[in-house]
């Protein structure tokens, strides 16, 4: 593969391609696949390299390990910031041509993160993404959770704050990502109770925020 290898190269797959020989170098040190290749008949046949690759890859969720095994209730999510449980404000992100295909990369994911802390106001590490993947029509799709900076809930102000940024696509994330939308998920805002889908008041009215 050369002597100059990017960093952000994280699979190569060469899968049946009649390969008889290798030399492996310190140059690449992530994954390489050489199922079906004559080279796997050889002393190379029990490691990794001529096994088959994972059905089920690992993607990128943000860490909660500082959190240990805090449960929440079903309608709250862990703040990875705080490690206390609170009514997170959720959608779904699809962003229709990012320029990467490799969903366990720990900096580019990370980068989002920064990217919607620092541009939405919120406090440093209250952004949760969990279950990265590329959907039929070839988009990428991410949950998104984004946690209040105090207490458990956002007031209505903030949510209208964030979801006009986001809908409206005043919010910008990095390059790498392309373009997106953005499609929010009902809001639980305090003193409201989930009827139908919705999230209502005690006094009988009904609606939800998106």
């Given at each position: 593969m050369g002597d100059s290898i990017g960093g952000s190269l994280q699979l190569v797959d060469l899968q049946n391609n009649q390969i008889s020989s290798v030399t492996l170098s310190s140059g690449y040190t992530n994954s390489?696949?050489?199922?079906?290749?004559?080279?796997?008949?050889?002393?190379?046949?029990?490691?990794?390299?001529?096994?088959?690759?994972?059905?089920?890859?690992?993607?990128?969720t943000t860490n909660l390990a500082n959190c240990g095994n805090k449960l929440c209730s079903p309608d709250e999510k862990l703040n990875p910031q705080s490690c206390e449980c609170a009514y997170a404000y959720e959608g779904t992100l699809y962003f229709r041509g990012p320029s990467f295909r490799e969903l366990s990369d720990s900096n580019i994911f990370h980068s989002l993160e920064l990217s919607l802390w620092n541009k939405l106001n919120l406090t440093p590490g209250s952004v949760f993404l969990e279950n990265?993947?590329?959907?039929?029509?070839?988009?990428?799709?991410?949950?998104?959770?984004?946690f209040p900076p105090t207490g458990k809930y956002f007031n209505r102000s903030e949510v209208a704050r964030i979801g006009f940024a986001m809908s409206n696509q005043t919010y910008k994330p990095p390059p790498e990502f392309g373009p997106y939308y953005f499609i929010a998920s009902p809001y639980h805002f305090q003193g409201t109770t989930l009827q139908g889908g919705l999230y209502t008041s005690g006094g009988g009215g009904g609606g939800s925020c998106n």
């Open positions: 390489l696949v050489l199922v079906g290749n004559p080279v796997c008949n050889t002393s190379l046949s029990n490691t990794a390299y001529c096994q088959n690759p994972d059905a089920n890859p690992k993607t990128y990265p993947f590329f959907n039929i029509n070839d988009y990428l799709q991410i949950q998104l959770a984004l």
